[in-house]
């Protein structure tokens, strides 16, 4: 019997949630995502401080003004780290747009063309770039005009099936249903654990997966945010699911059969009505459900606070 993993690898798309290349060559899954959070703590890393080192000299030798140094070696940082991992894997990398944009789809598109034409500049053809959006109504927005010029999009911080329908009529690539965030909301607010069965992120990915598949969108739905490898378990035959290390590790070690638990056939049967939406309906539906709107809410600062700290450790290094 193969390990769960190559298991899960054989109905699933698996993809690691990492910025380090170690990880990538040691579990080799399709796709990889970042976030700014992951190339934060990659950026800090003693065996990437070349590539930063580079970054920076590369952009100082720009001659930009001094204004637009920082922005300049930020953006340049997530290129060059998405292009090192293009290296390794060979699938897609998601890059994250700037939280602080999450409202303005205006900057949000330009951001998601600027990132695209910095990949083309190294060569690298959009079809390998999923450029990541928080699901505020701004954020599908953007992606959906994105997406009409060909450049695929990642919806993430997405907690409820108004964000996943909204993405899904705006013809969004992919988008990625965080579960373990979902649970901790529920964890904390029940006082009660949850079996990997009884999760309700789980309950939310499968619900949205359903309901992809029972009316036919072709947005790709990606579980993310895992707090377990039970969760993991239990959305086996999802389109894709992104996995930290220590959970691609913990399934790697695994031998125990591995049950397919989604599939377009089931999902088809599903007993769930279509979702007729607009911004008025999204807005309050989203607003009515609390933890969407908490975790959305949240996952936006949490963003947006690691990038600052990037930001600043490559302040310092500019000096």
């Given at each position: ?49 070349a ?37 390794i ?17 205006a ?7 600027r ?7 190294r ?5 390998r ?10 954020g599908?927005?953007?992606a ?58 789980v ?26 490898v039970?969760?993991?378990q ?36 599903s ?36 990038a ?12």
């Amino acid at each position: 019997m193969s390990n769960q993993l190559d298991q899960l690898k054989q109905f699933t798309v698996v993809v690691a949630d990492t910025g380090d290349f170690g990880t990538l060559k040691q579990f080799a899954p399709r796709d990889a995502t970042t976030n700014p959070s992951l190339i934060l703590k990659a950026a800090q890393m003693p065996e990437y401080k070349a590539l930063v080192d580079k970054t920076i000299a590369d952009a100082k030798s720009a001659n930009a003004p001094a204004k637009d140094l920082l922005p300049l070696v930020l953006d340049n940082l997530l290129i060059a780290f998405g292009s090192e991992i293009l290296q390794i894997v060979p699938g897609r990398v998601s890059t994250e747009t700037d939280a602080d944009l999450s409202f303005d789809t205006a900057a949000l598109v330009a951001k998601g063309r600027r990132f695209i034409s910095l990949y083309e500049k190294r060569g690298i053809g959009r079809e390998r770039i999923l450029i990541k959006i928080a699901s505020t109504w701004e954020g599908i927005r953007a992606a959906e005009i994105l997406q009409r010029e060909g450049i695929n999009c990642n919806l993430t911080l997405l907690f409820s099936l108004a964000q996943a329908v909204a993405c899904a009529e705006a013809k969004v690539k992919l988008i990625s249903p965080f579960v373990g965030r979902i649970m901790d909301w529920y964890k904390a607010k029940e006082k009660k654990e949850f079996s990997p069965a009884e999760d309700p992120g789980v309950i939310s990915v499968k619900e949205i997966y359903s309901y992809y598949k029972k009316f036919g969108h072709a947005t790709e739905v990606m579980g993310a945010s895992f707090r377990n490898v039970g969760e993991i378990q239990e959305l086996a035959g999802c389109d894709l699911l992104t996995i930290s290390p220590q959970l691609l590790a913990e399934l790697q070690k695994s031998d125990a059969p591995l049950a397919r638990k989604l599939s377009p056939e089931i999902a088809r049967d599903s007993q769930i009505e279509k979702l007729p939406l607009d911004e008025k309906k999204f807005r309050w539906l989203v607003n009515e459900n609390a933890m969407a709107t908490e975790k959305t809410a949240e996952g936006i600062r949490l963003f947006n606070a690691d990038a600052q700290k990037l930001a600043q450790f490559i302040a310092a290094k500019l000096n």
